[in-house]
């Protein structure tokens, strides 16, 4: 007797092309979407965004997504004092995180076994399966030993780096394959720590996406973590698809056919995407947009096929727009708002990057004072935080920062509703219209028509 | 004949692979899995076949998921066959009351045998996740005499029971 958890109701005044708004309810918690769901970091963000919730009670942002590697100072942030090593198999003695009515998905982010950027991060969190930190101990202690082998010239033939970690993350992966138990211990962690940050959908420990090999092994994980949903209680959440995948493989068309062939069979009403680092706007990816494009058009016709099937993008950046207008229920992005500043290794402002709207990119407190002072000294945006706060606290980089954000959630909360009335008023131009306004003109080429 | 199964089952490694408790959770959430995709009903011995569980074990559930009523069979000749216990009819025919760490499920349901009131109770553990611990089954047109039982029940025994205003 027991109902699925992921139920979607569809409209047919709710339907324009290839762009489709359906109301989506995930664990009794009811979606309209498209919707927005910022990716929280740490306690502070969530803060805002509790605080932009409460005070604009804005109806597109209806989810948050956090990773497991920030799941403990994000959801768990009251108690500083005492920080246990393993909570996978511990009863949690302190307070329950705060979701409320949103929809809570956890990211494994198992990527960081691939990127090493948040390596140490990986080694040192609770919030992880022990399967997971004794490989990331053992890599790193391997790294150093070849780092310094490498130093001290011992051996010519040190392994190049890159080598060695693509190396190691496919032969982890291939023992989590082929061992069973190893296997099972993953999943079981990753859902039980997923469970205990109240997650209202499970997503399940995959690979990042690198070769052929790797996608069998994310389809296998995938598989093999929905049977085990079921074990983990007689009313079970729902046990979602999710493929983190390299751009690259955007350009592999036998790969992203067997991506697209197993999202259309597979039993899970809710599919994850990931493409780690994309960003489409660059000139240089043609090949990756068309790519993009058929991938989105397959998948927005998988969508509106009568059965039970939503698709939700991690970490979006600048396709989030596009995404959510074409096939997308959820379109996630970070909001810390300095990524810009960190990817082109610059020296990182206190001051946040601030999201503009018309033109759909960040852009730094300077170019943003330029544009007010060009506006008549007005911010030239018509969000709630910045029409109530006219005044640009300039020499205040917290409040700078803390506005910068509420902007920014309002901002992408502005452009699903106005996803979901262009496709109420069947105005299909509308997305094509907003994207060529913008900076994000190269994206045109990605909406499928 | 071939019954309906899961496109995807924990092969009998990753089974022992995993914790006691999960591992009756998962046979039984398979069984019942299984019982839901053949309204024909089925055989302990074909879920033994296609699954390669033991039989025992398969049996055990099986009677498990009739005692708290989520399933029911039929004896037929030397074996028994058993189904799943009925379909909901209609998709607001269903109560949730929580009582204390418990929640009652007031469903009504209808199977080969004609149409019931299906009272499921279910516990809440501290991962808010819901496990079934019982349940009763009282035929529709039955259903005022159960009530009336119920509340005769109570006026006799009113000096001994506590009831929360």
Redesign the interface.
Known sequence: MSSTQIQITHYPHRKCKFSESVDLRINNKAIITPTFAPRLKNDGELRTYSTVKSLYTPQQLSAQVVRLLDAYRTLFSTPKKKTPLNIVDQTLDIPPPQSGENVLLIDPALEYLYYAVNMERLAKTPFVSRTIRNYVIKFLEKSRKLESARLSNESKNVVGKQLFREAEHTNFWSCVYNDANMRMKLIRDTFNIELKARADVLVPPVPLVTSSHLLEVAIFMNEKSRAFGQALSHDKRECADYFIIKPQVLRNERMMSRIKEYVSNSESSLTVFKFKNLDLCDPNLAIERSAFKSFLMELSLVSQQPENKAFALFEAGNQAFPAAYSSFAIVSTGFNLDREDRRNQQEISPFASRYDPKNMTMQNKETFLQTVENNDDAIPCHCKVCTENPTIPVNDFIEYNRKSREHYLLCREQEMMEIITAIEKQESQMGFEKLQRSSLKNLIDIIPR | MEINV??????P??I????PS??E??V???IK?ILSMNENGVMASEIVDATNLNRITVTKHLEYLVAIR?AYKSDRGTGSIYYI?GR?VHPTDRLSVPIGNKIY?F?K?ENAEGDFV?I?E?EQ????????KGGIMIRCQDLLYFMNGLQKFITLASNRIEIKK
């Open positions: 899961p496109s995807v089952i924990l092969s490694e990753e022992q692979a995993i914790k999960e591992r959770n998962y039984r959430s398979l899995n989520e216990n909901l499920d469903v349901l299906f499921q279910k553990d501290e991962l808010r996740l819901k496990t079934v």
